[in-house]
């Protein structure tokens, strides 16, 4: 049985990731392909679990360092449960955010040792890591009044709710990890209309499976 295809969708918030999975995986479907849609942090059972306490804020007292303890948790239990076994039996998956967010998140913007985030990294993926990301790039506040129209009288999660200024360093972060390994990343304006933006998301993936006609679908 060949090989599946791993793809992410990293960016800031509001960027649009959940509405181009979901586009993206309609088109993969319609020529045939298995799609598994997931994200972090969840995906899993135990991750979920999980993911109510880190977006709660429930873990934010404690500081970055189990923030990034509890992700590597959840992370690992998503790989081994979702992620792994699906790519061994030929899916696509889609994932909404994985390792890039706690480079940005909890590395960057979090303060955290470079070292020990890596060092943590390749434990929690153990040779799982994606094939191709796709980040998009917003401008932050267009993107946080996004995050605000899209939950209504919902309130902001643990990390919607940051400064302006750090939503500003995590986009830079992102587009720093794309100019660092821009064999696994492509980044796409996503301040253009929903359509530009979902063309753009096909050709890459296009380009990165090898397959052609996925635009024309």
Do not use: W
Request: hydrophobic residues 40%; proline residues 5%.
């Amino acid at each position: 049985m060949p090989r599946g295809f791993f793809i992410t969708f990293e960016g800031g918030e509001g960027a649009g990731k959940s509405t181009h999975i979901r586009l993206l995986a309609e088109r993969l479907e319609k020529q045939g392909h298995e799609v598994v849609v997931t994200r972090e942090p969840g995906g899993s059972a135990g991750a979920e679990a999980v993911r109510h306490v880190l977006l709660s804020g429930a873990a934010e007292p404690f500081g970055p360092a189990l923030e990034a303890l509890l992700f590597a948790a959840a992370r690992l239990d998503h790989v081994e449960q979702v992620i792994r076994p699906a790519i061994g039996r030929g899916a696509v998956v889609l994932c909404d955010r994985f390792v890039d967010s706690s480079r940005v998140y909890q590395g960057v913007t979090g303060g955290l040792d470079p070292d020990f985030m890596a060092r943590l990294e390749r434990v929690t993926v153990n040779g799982v890591m994606p094939d191709l990301t796709i980040i998009l790039d917003i401008d932050p506040q267009e993107g946080l009044r996004r995050a605000t129209e899209r939950r209504g009288e919902a309130g902001a999660d643990r990390f919607e709710k940051e400064t302006l200024e750090i939503h500003r360093h995590r986009r830079a972060a992102f587009l720093d990890i794309a100019a660092r390994e821009p064999q696994r990343c492509v980044v796409i304006d996503a301040s253009r209309p929903r359509a530009q933006v979902a063309r753009a998301v096909a050709k890459a993936v296009e380009r990165a499976m090898g397959r052609e006609g996925l635009d024309n679908v």
